[in-house]
């Protein structure tokens, strides 16, 4: 079983404010990387990363910053949140001998 | 064209019967591809890897076709707990993984 951590679990927030999505592997993986997902829809990368001090932005366009100053940890900031920004944030990693592995996620509600 | 394509269903099984899923994808460069499952409300798991020669794994089986570019999943004797969205997953080396959008299977008594 992958150990990849997200933090917190769910978050209800007031617009305006500064949220940071917490991720954590502890596999040494290389590869991390952020998904954002609404309620029966599909899967969209927001950003990813294949090494310390390396982040690409993904497919689909957001607001949210991340960093990878650490290998095991991949934080996503929103420097002021919107109720648009309400969704599912899914944190995975990978490397060159695992497929991708996902934590259990994170629900944002920004009221 | 999207790079996955899959039918989003909804696939309405009874129990017991074989269901198979197809998904196409347009990168004839893909290398690696895969099979997710997505319960409701939680993340992504992996449910199996898909190789050259297909493989099999208890009631799931995976084959590829690199020269038609699709891969295809199927389940024999569905139980209800396989109800979930399956996911087609493919890559090219060292660019992301693609998602297709998923297909939903509900598995009924």
């Known amino acids: 079983e992958a150990d990849i951590y997200q933090t917190p679990r769910y978050l209800v927030i007031g617009t305006g404010k500064k949220i940071t999505l917490e991720c954590s592997q502890t596999?040494?993986?290389?590869?991390m990387y952020w998904y954002q997902q609404d309620p029966g829809m599909e899967l969209h990368l927001i950003h990813y990363?294949?090494?310390?001090?390396?982040?690409e932005k993904g497919d689909l366009s957001s607001e949210s910053t991340v960093s990878r100053i650490r290998t095991e940890h991949f934080p996503l900031t929103l420097e002021s949140a919107r109720p648009s920004h309400t969704s599912q944030y899914l944190c995975?990693?990978?490397?060159?001998?695992?497929?991708?592995?996902f934590g259990n996620g994170t629900r944002l509600t920004v009221t | 064209r999207k790079e996955v394509e899959q039918d989003p269903g909804p696939f309405n099984v009874p129990e017991g019967a074989t269901v198979a899923f197809n998904c196409t994808y347009s990168?004839?460069?893909?290398?690696?591809f895969f099979w997710y499952r997505q319960d409701c409300r939680k993340e992504p798991k992996l449910l199996m890897s898909?190789?050259?020669s297909g493989n099999e794994d208890g009631r799931f089986t995976a084959q590829l076709n690199r020269a038609s570019q699709y891969i295809s999943l199927l389940i024999r004797d569905s139980k209800l707990s396989d109800s979930a969205t399956y996911l087609c997953?493919?890559?090219?080396?060292?660019?992301?993984?693609?998602f297709g959008k998923g297909t939903r299977l509900s598995v009924i008594a």
């Open positions: 995975a990693s990978s490397d060159i001998r695992s497929p991708l592995h």
């Open positions: 596999m040494g993986h290389d590869k």
């Open positions: 990363s294949y090494g310390v001090n390396s982040t």
């Open positions: 990168n004839s460069a893909s290398q690696s």
């Open positions: 898909v190789y050259s």
């Open positions: 997953v493919v890559t090219s080396g060292n660019t992301p993984l693609v």
